[in-house]
């Protein structure tokens, strides 16, 4: 099976419609889920526990992503972030007549 991951020159990286920053949290999520699976096996829980609790992580986790891929776009998450770090609004301390009136030049 060949899997096409990019489509071009100058365009973001897309894999199954995943896209860019999307397509780091996709693969780094899985691989925490795989890595928390496989340490609470080494601790000894049992593995009727540890398979269901992979896969349903997983799962939510592959959900989320598309979701978020769908909802927000290709840069949408980090206008989103952005956004929050932006004030709500802006605090004007000049009095009203003094904004209306000309100042002289001296």
Known sequence: MEYPVNKGVGRPIEFKG???QYLFIFAGGLV???LVVVILFVVGVGQWICIPF???SGS???WLTFRMNARYGEH???KLLAEKRHPRYLIQR???FRLLTKRRKS
Do not use: D, W
Request: charged share 10%.
């Open 18 to 20: 995943l896209r860019s």
């Open 94 to 96: 000049i009095r009203i």
């Open 76 to 78: 949408g998450l980090m």
């Open 54 to 56: 992979g896969v349903l």
């Open 32 to 34: 925490a889920v795989f």
């Open 60 to 62: 939510l986790l592959v």
